[in-house]
């Protein structure tokens, strides 16, 4: 992994350990290199252009369409919406699935573990239907409950929203399990894949669902892209979401047509470059060895897991051998933030908080928890800096009392 390291230019700055990667990775040459060659030689605005500069920028941004829809296995590249992340796709479902499906007295299921993206938007679409929200539940283990999510789709759940893997737990859903059951009541599947795109190859055919959502940042891209896949059928079928140029076929004052699939969803004048530099990130991630990656970044949480475990005052919250990317831990009678800050004089950079999942927090009678979080490029040589650093914190708050 150490020549995958050296193409990260931000990771030679000194004194920084970066395991904050479920926020947002650091991004390889090759993605700044795409966007700022975009902006060098091809900057113009997409489509309809009469001029060679906006035919090479359109080629550039249908372009990395085409790369994101190989990417996850599309079956069509038009069924790659671009947005602005995972947020903006859910907004954009919620609202237009929302008022195609929903009405009084329906019920929309979404896991315990669901990031305020997907249960923010889905509520804001329930209360407007008249419908309910109801929390697949975890069970004593730490995983979703199967029992009690096999009673709750008796409701005949109009949709179910899974998140893929947790982004404040690591922990994964078995997502073949919890769609095939949510298919047997007829029930439109969503995933949350922020969490899962970087880390193991996404085919959204094999997964089965019907809408997939991810941001780009996550996965070694740039910020403010992202991608809602959806089936074309049901993309065709639902309204669309903005309204304004690009998305139209034909306006007048009293009544617009609107253009076809992908544009139906993408009004306005689209983040061009980040597009491409989202293509450039799907591109070098499939050029590495996806297993040796996934293999390697188990190794490291395994390892940090396991060092964790071993010290006296650390409560893990859901750490199987299993999670992906992330753990979460606790210094038990310290304040997540304090750890982070201390992290931070060490020149270890994590996340501290209710990571954007009040309810799941709530469930497990949290205000907070340290979140550690690993990409291709972490070393077992910063899991020790790691451990180390909060050894030593753990030995100053036993000093202090
Ligand atoms: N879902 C999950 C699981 C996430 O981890 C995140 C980002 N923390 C989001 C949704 C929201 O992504 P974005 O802020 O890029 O829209």
Same mark, same amino acid.
């Given at each position: 992994?150490?020549?995958?390291?050296?193409?990260?230019?931000?990771?030679?700055?000194?004194?920084?350990?970066?395991? /904050?990667?479920?926020?947002?990775?650091?991004?390889?040459?090759?993605?700044?290199?795409?966007?700022?060659?975009?902006?060098?030689?091809?900057?113009?605005?997409?489509?309809?252009?009469?001029?060679? =500069?906006?035919?090479?920028? @359109?080629?550039?941004? #249908?372009?990395?369409?085409?790369?994101?829809?190989? !990417?996850?296995?599309?079956?069509?590249? #038009? #069924?790659?919406?671009?947005?602005?992340?995972? @947020?903006?796709?859910?907004?954009?479902?919620?609202?237009? &699935?929302?008022?195609?499906?929903?009405?009084? *007295?329906? @019920?929309?299921?979404?896991?315990?573990?669901?990031?305020?993206?997907?249960?923010?938007?889905?509520?804001?679409?329930?209360?407007?239907? *008249?419908?309910?929200?109801?929390?697949?539940?975890?069970?004593?283990?730490?995983? =979703?409950?199967?029992?009690?999510?096999?009673?709750?789709?008796? &409701?005949?759940?109009?949709?179910?929203? =899974?998140?893929?893997?947790?982004?404040?737990?690591?922990?994964?859903?078995?997502?073949?399990?919890?769609?095939?059951?949510?298919?047997?009541?007829?029930?439109?599947?969503?995933?949350?894949?922020?969490?899962?795109?970087?880390? %193991?190859?996404?085919?959204?055919?094999?997964?089965?669902?019907? !809408?997939?959502?991810?941001?780009?940042?996550?996965?070694?891209?740039?910020? *403010?892209?992202?991608?809602?896949?959806?089936?074309?059928?049901?993309?065709?079928?639902?309204?669309?979401?903005? !309204?304004?140029? #690009?998305?139209?076929?034909?306006?007048?004052?009293?009544?617009?047509?609107?253009?076809?699939?992908?544009?139906?969803?993408?009004?306005?004048?689209?983040?061009?470059?980040?597009?491409?530099?989202?293509?450039?990130?799907?591109?070098? &991630?499939?050029?590495?060895?996806?297993?040796?990656?996934?293999?390697?970044?188990?190794?490291?949480?395994?390892?940090?897991?396991?060092?964790?475990?071993?010290?006296?005052?650390?409560?893990?919250?859901?750490? !199987? /051998?299993?999670?992906?990317?992330?753990?979460?831990?606790?210094?038990?009678?310290?304040?997540?933030?304090?750890?982070?800050?201390? &992290?931070?004089?060490?020149?270890?950079?994590?996340?501290?908080?209710? %990571?954007?999942?009040?309810?799941?927090?709530?469930?497990?009678?949290?205000?907070?928890?340290?979140?550690?979080?690993?990409?291709?490029?972490?070393?077992?040589?910063?899991?020790?800096?790691?451990?180390?650093?909060?050894? /030593?914190? =753990?030995?100053?708050?036993?000093? /202090?009392?």
């Amino acid at each position: 992994m150490e020549s995958l390291r050296l193409q990260f230019p931000a990771l030679a700055q000194g004194n920084l350990i970066y395991l /904050d990667n479920a926020a947002t990775t650091q991004k390889p040459n090759e993605v700044i290199d795409a966007m700022s060659q975009f902006y060098l030689r091809d900057n113009a605005n997409v489509h309809r252009g009469a001029h060679r =500069l906006s035919a090479r920028a @359109t080629r550039a941004f #249908e372009g990395a369409r085409y790369q994101l829809a190989q !990417f996850i296995n599309a079956p069509k590249t #038009e #069924e790659v919406i671009f947005t602005r992340g995972t @947020t903006d796709a859910m907004n954009l479902l919620a609202s237009s &699935l929302g008022k195609l499906t929903l009405q009084t *007295g329906d @019920t929309v299921l979404i896991d315990q573990w669901a990031h305020h993206a997907s249960i923010v938007p889905w509520q804001q679409a329930a209360i407007t239907a *008249g419908a309910s929200i109801k929390a697949i539940p975890m069970d004593g283990s730490g995983r =979703l409950d199967t029992d009690a999510y096999r009673q709750l789709l008796t &409701l005949k759940p109009k949709v179910v929203i =899974l998140t893929g893997v947790s982004n404040a737990l690591g922990c994964r859903t078995d997502l073949a399990q919890f769609i095939a059951a949510a298919k047997l009541v007829e029930a439109i599947t969503v995933v949350d894949g922020a969490q899962m795109v970087g880390h %193991h190859p996404v085919d959204v055919q094999a997964i089965s669902c019907d !809408f997939f959502a991810f941001s780009g940042h996550k996965m070694y891209g740039p910020t *403010g892209i992202g991608v809602l896949w959806g089936n074309s059928a049901m993309l065709n079928a639902m309204p669309p979401y903005q !309204f304004g140029g #690009e998305m139209i076929e034909t306006v007048s004052f009293e009544h617009s047509s609107f253009n076809l699939l992908p544009f139906k969803f993408e009004a306005g004048t689209p983040a061009i470059a980040e597009a491409i530099g989202l293509g450039a990130a799907a591109q070098w &991630l499939q050029r590495q060895n996806r297993d040796e990656v996934a293999a390697h970044e188990q190794r490291l949480l395994n390892y940090a897991q396991q060092q964790l475990r071993q010290l006296d005052g650390v409560t893990l919250y859901s750490a !199987f /051998d299993d999670n992906v990317g992330s753990l979460a831990f606790n210094i038990n009678g310290e304040h997540h933030q304090d750890v982070g800050v201390w &992290l931070d004089q060490a020149g270890i950079a994590i996340r501290c908080g209710h %990571h954007c999942c009040q309810p799941l927090m709530a469930s497990l009678q949290l205000k907070g928890t340290c979140r550690v979080s690993v990409a291709a490029y972490n070393t077992m040589a910063e899991i020790d800096a790691f451990i180390a650093a909060i050894k /030593d914190y =753990l030995e100053f708050v036993n000093d /202090d009392c």
